[in-house]
């Protein structure tokens, strides 16, 4: 990215990765497909990270690497709330127990609740990266 237009372009398309991340969600959550829906839900909260870190210039390779910086440059400094980090954790957490270990189920009220939650939590980090631009 070597300038002003290429950096909203790349946001516009992590913001729009992160809408439909949320749809698709919703979609699974419908359909009864928890462990797919979990991903979605955290997948929505990861892209719209990215693209704020994007407007700091940061990138990293690893979802750790994200999550590591969010708390750093958005948590940290108030920026973005503690709950709302700890949320984002425990969407990580949830995330590789549901793609990575065996036999793991969610409930559906759980899964539900952080639907709910992401979606606010999206629209926080947007009205941020809108306030920047």
């Not at 919703?26 to 870190?53: H, M, P, Q, W």
């Not at 940290?76 to 709330?81: A, E, Q, R, T, Y």
Request: charged share 30%; hydrophobic share 40%; aromatic share 12%.
């Amino acid at each position: 990215m070597n300038d002003e237009k290429d950096l909203k372009e790349v946001l516009q398309y992590w913001l729009e990765k992160s809408e439909d991340s949320l749809a698709a969600a919703k979609d699974e959550l419908k359909a009864g497909r928890l462990s797919f829906s979990v991903n979605r839900i955290y997948y929505a909260c990861f892209y719209i990270i990215t693209a704020i870190l994007l407007q700091k210039k940061l990138r990293f390779q690893k979802h750790s690497g994200v999550r590591a910086a969010f708390h750093k440059h958005f948590v940290k400094p108030g920026l973005v709330s503690r709950e709302d980090g700890q949320f984002y954790d425990e969407l990580f957490e949830a995330r590789q127990r549901g793609d990575y270990i065996e036999l793991v189920s969610f409930e559906n009220e759980t899964v539900t609740k952080w639907l709910k939650q992401a979606n606010k939590f999206v629209e926080t980090i947007k009205s941020l990266i809108l306030k920047n631009q």
